[in-house]
């Protein structure tokens, strides 16, 4: 018998549904066959290690211009080499309208940004901040088509945010093109009131930015998402859910059938809203929105993620320095929490972070770590025929892992070029040893192998959960512009 092109030979294989020891064989880009005594022209011994999926980060900033003027610091090429590192092999950045800007333009210039700079496959989600006739009729249905099928929109900060009659619109849109929306959920006039108030009153260091956006904001943004896809009856993925609080209203609605996702990240499982109260305004480098909460809500979402309410863990990485012109300090050394850029960079640490917090710590099982991290997002995002997955067919996007590496998060652990990790000290226990892009080593035992970039712009299928029919005493069908029931 012919040999396959690699064999990844005798690890414990996160195969779906099952745990399997066995050799994992790739021909031409995707896995061929599990199975025992395969071999290949190039076979790999991953005999005491793990074998997952690669990554797919469904919720990252690249080379994005922000709503204040700031720009994160890096480019497709330095965040993919970066994520490669981390195990992940998939990215999921935001291709944003800025207001009085076209939306199909806005994807234009993105594409044009990564050109063919990535290490790693791309796809890019839509952020909609100006819904016109143009975007809502002719924009968002002519990229559907392309294959650009997610839709983020906000109900927070002054030039991103939509009122509710915007967002139904774009949400209407969503169900009648069969895409997948997600929204950024914080109440924004309870913050912006909030804010006011604070600084007002002296209390605008940026220990206190925790308490200028509340759970209680989160809480009743998340209810009224919820309630603006029940009256549209669209799908609604909630990003970065940070609090007790706001999963409380998605499982209220999941366990009504609504058709209801939620999003977890790294830092509102392994940091506090107590890391912003650090001297030589360090507190800065935690700035991130929805703010970092305590440990009781990192318990709750752990659980979330264990039992299946969260579906995806995304590092909403958005990096920026924390010295230089654009970076946190941009404004100055001791700038109010109101001028400095909210974001943080997790992008390689996800993977780790998770393997080492979730699995290695008993808090996660490993399909679970391989749902949450991959095969979750690839079907919510419409990649999963392809992704997400080690079986037969599907790109062979592979992580290989030895679990018995120790080392701490450092800076200096990291690829992205960036100045700081919030995640500085956290203990690793277990980190990848080889990252695969369809059967191609990328990096290996920290060195990096790849050549050239290969990443692709993928186009995402319609998703699994937006593919559905109107319900039965639904109001209005969106689809057909029509009423359902009589007056």
Same mark, same amino acid.
């Given at each position: 018998?012919?040999?396959?092109? #690699?064999?990844?030979?005798?690890?414990?294989?996160?195969?779906?549904?099952?745990?399997?020891?066995?050799?994992?064989?790739?021909?031409?880009?995707?896995?061929?066959?599990?199975?025992?005594?395969?071999?290949?022209?190039?076979?790999?011994?991953?005999?005491?290690?793990?074998?997952?999926?690669?990554?797919?980060?469904?919720?990252?900033?690249?080379?994005?211009?922000?709503?204040?003027?700031?720009?994160?610091?890096?480019?497709?090429?330095?965040?993919?080499?970066?994520?490669?590192?981390?195990?992940?092999? #998939?990215?999921?950045?935001?291709?944003?309208?800025?207001?009085?800007?076209?939306?199909?333009?806005?994807?234009?210039?993105?594409?044009? %940004?990564?050109?063919?700079?990535?290490?790693?496959?791309?796809?890019?989600?839509?952020?909609?901040?100006?819904?016109?006739?143009? #975007?809502?009729?002719?924009?968002?249905?002519?990229?559907?088509?392309?294959?650009?099928?997610?839709?983020?929109?906000?109900?927070?900060?002054?030039?991103?945010?939509?009122?509710?009659?915007?967002?139904?619109?774009?949400?209407?849109?969503?169900?009648?093109? %069969?895409?997948?929306?997600?929204?950024?959920?914080?109440?924004?006039?309870?913050?912006?009131?909030?804010?006011?108030?604070?600084?007002?009153?002296?209390?605008?260091?940026?220990?206190?930015?925790? %308490?200028?956006?509340?759970?209680?904001?989160? %809480?009743?943004?998340?209810?009224?998402?919820?309630?603006?896809?029940?009256?549209?009856?669209?799908?609604?993925?909630?990003?970065?859910?940070?609090?007790?609080?706001?999963?409380?209203?998605?499982?209220? !609605?999941?366990?009504?059938?609504?058709?209801?996702?939620?999003?977890?990240?790294?830092?509102?499982?392994?940091?506090?809203?107590?890391?912003?109260?650090?001297?030589?305004?360090?507190?800065?480098?935690?700035?991130?929105?929805?703010?970092?909460?305590?440990?009781?809500?990192?318990? !709750?979402?752990?659980?979330?993620?264990?039992?299946?309410?969260?579906?995806?863990?995304?590092?909403?990485?958005?990096?920026?320095?924390?010295?230089?012109?654009?970076?946190?300090?941009?404004?100055?050394?001791?700038?109010?929490?109101?001028?400095?850029?909210?974001?943080?960079?997790?992008?390689?640490?996800?993977?780790?972070?998770?393997?080492?917090?979730?699995?290695?710590?008993?808090?996660?099982?490993?399909?679970?770590?391989?749902?949450?991290?991959? #095969?979750?997002?690839?079907?919510?995002?419409?990649?999963?025929?392809?992704?997400?997955?080690?079986?037969?067919?599907?790109?062979?996007?592979?992580?290989?892992?030895?679990?018995?590496?120790?080392?701490?998060?450092?800076?200096?652990?990291?690829?992205?070029?960036?100045?700081?990790?919030?995640?500085?000290?956290?203990?690793?226990?277990?980190?990848?040893?080889?990252?695969?892009?369809?059967?191609?080593?990328?990096?290996?035992?920290?060195?990096?192998?790849?050549?050239?970039?290969?990443?692709?712009?993928?186009?995402?299928?319609?998703?699994?959960?937006?593919?559905?029919?109107?319900?039965?005493?639904?109001?209005?069908?969106?689809?057909?512009?029509?009423?359902?029931?009589?007056?």
């Amino acid at each position: 018998m012919k040999p396959y092109d #690699t064999v990844i030979k005798g690890g414990l294989v996160a195969a779906p549904g099952r745990d399997l020891i066995c050799d994992v064989a790739i021909q031409e880009g995707r896995i061929a066959a599990l199975g025992q005594d395969l071999h290949g022209d190039v076979e790999i011994d991953a005999d005491g290690q793990i074998v997952t999926p690669g990554g797919i980060d469904a919720h990252c900033h690249i080379d994005q211009l922000t709503s204040t003027g700031a720009r994160t610091a890096d480019t497709f090429a330095s965040a993919s080499l970066a994520a490669a590192h981390g195990g992940t092999t #998939t990215m999921m950045p935001f291709a944003v309208q800025h207001r009085g800007t076209s939306l199909a333009r806005a994807v234009t210039d993105y594409r044009e %940004r990564m050109g063919d700079t990535s290490h790693i496959d791309c796809a890019f989600h839509l952020i909609v901040t100006d819904p016109t006739d143009e #975007t809502l009729r002719e924009d968002i249905p002519a990229l559907a088509a392309e294959g650009f099928t997610s839709v983020k929109i906000y109900l927070s900060y002054d030039a991103l945010r939509l009122d509710d009659r915007a967002a139904l619109d774009v949400l209407a849109v969503c169900r009648a093109e %069969r895409l997948m929306p997600m929204v950024h959920a914080e109440s924004h006039d309870m913050i912006a009131w909030l804010t006011e108030r604070m600084v007002q009153h002296g209390y605008d260091d940026v220990r206190y930015f925790p %308490r200028s956006r509340p759970i209680v904001a989160e %809480r009743d943004a998340t209810h009224h998402a919820i309630s603006m896809s029940d009256l549209i009856d669209t799908p609604l993925l909630i990003v970065h859910v940070s609090s007790i609080d706001a999963l409380a209203e998605i499982r209220r !609605a999941q366990a009504a059938g609504r058709p209801i996702l939620a999003e977890t990240c790294p830092q509102y499982l392994l940091l506090a809203d107590t890391d912003l109260d650090r001297p030589d305004f360090g507190g800065a480098k935690y700035c991130c929105s929805p703010p970092l909460r305590d440990a009781a809500h990192q318990q !709750a979402l752990w659980q979330g993620l264990a039992d299946g309410s969260i579906a995806v863990c995304s590092s909403d990485h958005s990096a920026f320095f924390f010295d230089g012109p654009s970076g946190k300090k941009r404004n100055g050394d001791n700038a109010p929490f109101t001028r400095i850029p909210y974001g943080l960079p997790g992008l390689e640490p996800r993977m780790p972070l998770m393997f080492s917090a979730g699995v290695m710590a008993g808090r996660l099982s490993l399909q679970t770590f391989t749902e949450v991290t991959a #095969t979750r997002p690839a079907e919510i995002y419409g990649l999963g025929a392809s992704k997400g997955r080690i079986a037969p067919g599907y790109d062979a996007d592979l992580v290989i892992w030895d679990p018995q590496s120790r080392a701490r998060m450092s800076v200096d652990l990291l690829h992205d070029g960036i100045d700081y990790t919030p995640y500085e000290g956290i203990e690793l226990v277990g980190r990848p040893t080889q990252t695969l892009l369809r059967g191609q080593s990328l990096c290996r035992d920290g060195e990096w192998q790849a050549v050239e970039p290969t990443g692709r712009l993928l186009a995402c299928e319609r998703p699994v959960p937006a593919d559905r029919p109107a319900p039965a005493g639904a109001h209005y069908d969106v689809t057909e512009n029509r009423f359902l029931d009589d007056f």
